[in-house]
Every structure is written in structure tokens, then in C-alpha cells.
């Protein structure tokens, strides 16, 4: 199988490294070899956050890092975000998005706007995006802390691994005392 790259991408807080901890698992647990790298940047301070996660057959794997252009997936928590890594998704890649809208600093400072029709402006230039209301399907969930879990729900759509296989990776990586609440997000945002 040819490597398969993916970004997880948004702001600081949003719960990526779970997300991307989650995949990994999962991935390793389907025979995979994954390499998984974290960028932090500014997270503690709202600053833009990017996981990379890359996965194929052993001895096939040799860098975290993915490159422009070569990204399979980007699951992104933020509409922005999107628009920030956009460069990095392949030519027939998709990007798997919650449609929040996080003001970033020049916007909170009256520098900038947010340009909230940024994801128009992807799909017109043909970028297959898929976009949900995470942050409102986590909160039917029981907390809108678990809308990288919704998000990771809507992105087992595009693999071919049993939703049973994904809820016993959040088994693994998940605190019992929320994994009920996690396994929710994850079928709405599956379902969504």
C-alpha cells in the first residue's frame, strides 16, 4: 500500500494530540507502521496547532512530515485552519472540517477580519471539503471539549475500518469515566 498522510490541524486547546493519539493507535492496531509528529507553535496561547500522522506497510514509513501537497486528509477544527494548511492537501486530497470560526489574534486586535467565507473560496478552487457543526454535535454529546473525537467520527468515513475498531482505539486512549461521552461524539459525527 502506498503511505497514506494526514494533518490534524487547529488551535491550541482543541484536543488534536488526543485525536492524533487516537489514529495512531488505531493504525498500529490495523498493522500499520505509523509515524506521528506534534507540532505545538503557539497552543498554549490560541496559536495554530498541526499534528502530522503517516501511515503504510513496514519499512515504508520513514518521516513524520508531511509535505505540501502530499497530505491524503486534513482533519481540521477550525475554518481557517483549513484555509492555513490547505497547501499541504494532495491534488485529490480531502479535508474533513468543523465549521467554528476562532478569531486569531489580528482579528481580536481589530487588525484583520475573519473571512468567513474562506471555505467558499476552497471549494471554488476545487478543494473537496466536508464540513460539519463538530462543536455543536460534541456538545449533544454531553461536551464541547470532545469535537476532535466528532471530527475523528466523520473522518472514519473515508477508511474502510470498522466503526468497532475505532471505539476500542478510544478504549485505549480515553479515561474510562468519558469514554461513553467520547464513543457518542464519535458516532455523530460518524453519522453526521
Not at 105 to 131: C, E, F, S, W
Request: net charge negative; with cysteine; aromatic share 6%.
Amino acid at each position: 500500500m502506498k503511505t497514506v498522510n494526514l494533518m490534524i490541524v487547529g488551535v491550541g486547546g482543541q484536543g488534536s494530540l488526543l485525536a492524533s493519539k487516537v489514529l495512531g493507535h488505531l493504525l498500529v492496531e490495523e498493522g500499520h507502521e505509523v509515524k506521528v509528529s506534534e507540532v505545538h507553535g503557539m497552543s498554549q496561547r490560541g496559536g495554530s496547532v498541526v499534528t502530522y500522522v503517516r501511515y503504510g506497510d513496514a519499512g515504508k514509513v520513514f518521516s513524520p512530515i508531511v509535505e505540501k501537497g502530499e497530505a491524503d486528509f486534513i482533519v481540521s477544527f477550525e475554518k481557517l485552519e483549513a484555509a492555513r494548511y490547505a497547501e499541504c492537501l494532495a491534488k485529490d486530497g480531502q479535508i474533513v472540517v468543523n465549521n467554528q470560526e476562532i478569531d486569531p489574534m489580528p482579528v481580536i486586535t481589530g487588525n484583520a477580519q475573519y473571512p468567513h467565507d474562506v471555505l467558499d473560496h476552497l471549494r471554488a478552487a476545487g478543494v473537496k471539503i466536508d464540513a460539519i457543526d463538530a462543536l455543536s454535535l460534541a456538545a449533544q454529546a454531553g461536551s464541547s471539549k470532545a469535537t476532535n473525537i466528532v471530527l475523528l467520527g466523520r473522518l472514519a468515513h473515508y477508511f474502510s475500518i470498522p466503526t468497532e475498531k475505532w471505539m476500542d482505539a478510544l478504549a485505549a486512549c480515553v479515561a474510562p469515566k468519558f469514554l461513553e461521552m467520547n464513543k457518542k461524539a464519535f458516532m455523530l459525527g460518524y453519522n453526521a
